[in-house]
């Protein structure tokens, strides 16, 4: 019997040392893959994310959550444009930057525009969030605002002229240049 006992006391030792052996193992290895982790590059978008600067945009027509009518000919002087998704997580993050801009854009309300790209249900929180300061448009992956923006990735940004030139684009608000004022 004590030889049966020194057996089991014995198999228990070196299960737990093997077991300390393994997890000091594992333990090296989460250390390796957080280093790793750390040192990846972050993500970054396309360079570019829609027409570039000095670029035209195609002809579009959208209809508004209000049902106005937009197309390219109706563009002010200038026009401040964003293109929003509900499924991305930078948009939420560049969202009150641009309802910010959005306030104190030249013509206000008249000369924003905003297009979400989703599902409609999905995108009726953020078309609320904008209508106070744009003309809200909702549309479908593909849709005419979209591309004729060949809007590439969320959430992008432009200020076109009238004649439909890009004066300045890009996927942070910042991107657009000085900030206008009032």
Wanted: aromatic share 4%; with cysteine; charged share 20%.
């Amino acid at each position: 019997m004590t030889a049966l006992l020194t057996a089991a006391v014995l198999l228990v030792g070196a299960l737990c040392v093997l077991n300390l052996v393994l997890t000091v193992g594992v333990i090296r290895r989460l250390r390796e893959h957080t280093e790793l982790i750390q040192n990846m590059p972050r993500m970054q978008p396309p360079e570019q994310i829609m027409l570039p600067a000095g670029e035209t945009v195609g002809p579009f027509t959208a209809v508004t959550e209000d049902g106005t009518e937009v197309s390219r000919d109706d563009l002010a002087e200038e026009t401040l444009v964003a293109v929003f998704s509900p499924t991305c997580s930078a948009c939420a993050e560049q969202l009150p930057l641009f309802l910010d801009r959005a306030r104190s854009f030249p013509g206000g309300r008249a000369n924003v525009l905003a297009v979400v790209v989703g599902d409609r249900e999905e995108a009726a929180a953020q078309a609320e969030q904008l209508a106070p300061v744009a003309r809200v448009a909702i549309e479908d992956h593909g849709g005419p605002v979209a591309k004729a923006l060949d809007v590439r990735g969320f959430p992008a940004f432009a200020r076109l002229a009238a004649d439909g030139r890009v004066l300045a684009s890009g996927y942070r608000t910042d991107d657009l240049g000085v900030p206008v004022a009032a």
